[in-house]
T-cell receptor, first 113, second 115 residues
Framework: SQELEQSPQSLIVQEGKNLTINCTSS?????LYWYKQKYGEGLIFLMM?????EEKSHEKITAKLDEKKQQSSLHITASQPSHAGIYLC?????????????FGQGTTLQVKP | DTEVTQTPKHLVMGMTNKKSLKCEQH?????MYWYKQKAKKPPELMFV???????INESVPSRFSPECPNSSLLNLHLHALQPEDSALYLC??????????????FGPGTRLTVL
């Protein structure tokens, strides 16, 4: 079965610092989603990457997809306390065409003011 | 508008109670999902409805009973739950016209506690 591994599991950074979160798949990626979640709340959609080499940015968050490495990275520039939360990567399950998503374990980000 | 709404926000129930969770979207999406999320774990898929028909049941116990009355609504009926069923229940939807190519949008979740 397909698995997504995120690293690091948790991260504490000083406000203003840059950081990167990685998501590596055990199998070929046919798309990769990034979500953010505050504890006990729903998932907020950040970005979707579909093609190898694709890179997308929204405000200070940039995500890239490396098809060959079966990996995606999420980079936050000049982090702010509002960036704190749990970041989840998700990928369509290869065994299904109904949009079933497999998620990584999540990366918990704390930003110290 | 990419809003998925869920009610109630919090629910506390006893093991003999019957309750229902409700999910609603008005984006014209034809695929809707129920996920269960335990603390510090990622969401796990429970059910998928596609064009109002159940297309995936991830071996969920029968004490959870989904229902899709129309294309905008998704319910999850709960009966005789166990304390280990306490979790955050998330609803999601997507267009559903293209296999796995469009985004799933999630609701805010219902925090369920079973006593």
């Amino acid at each position: 079965s397909q698995e997504l591994e995120q690293s690091p599991q948790s991260l504490i950074v000083q406000e203003g610092k840059n950081l990167t979160i990685n998501c590596t798949s055990s199998k070929t990626l046919y798309g990769l989603y990034w979500y953010k979640q505050k504890y006990g709340e729903g998932l907020i959609f950040l970005m979707m990457l579909q093609k190898g080499g694709e890179e997308k940015s929204h405000e200070k968050i940039t995500a890239k997809l490396d098809e060959k490495k079966q990996q995606s990275s999420l980079h936050i520039t000049a982090s702010q306390p509002s960036h704190a939360g749990i970041y989840l990567c998700g990928a369509p399950a290869l065994s299904s065409n109904t949009g079933k998503l497999i998620f990584g374990q999540g990366t918990t980000l704390q930003v110290k003011p | 508008d990419t809003e998925v709404t869920q009610t109630p926000k919090h629910l506390v129930m006893g093991m003999t109670n019957k309750k229902s969770l409700k999910c609603e979207q008005h984006m014209g999406h034809r695929a809707m999902y129920w996920y269960k999320q335990k603390a510090k774990k990622p969401p796990e898929l429970m059910f998928v409805y596609s064009y109002e028909k159940l297309s995936i049941n991830e071996s969920v116990p029968s004490r959870f009973s989904p229902e899709c009355p129309n294309s905008s609504l998704l319910n999850l009926h709960l009966h005789a739950l166990q304390p280990e069923d306490s979790a955050l229940y998330l609803c999601a939807s997507r267009e559903g016209y293209r296999a796995a190519a469009d985004t799933q949008y999630f609701g805010p979740g219902t925090r369920l506690t079973v006593l």
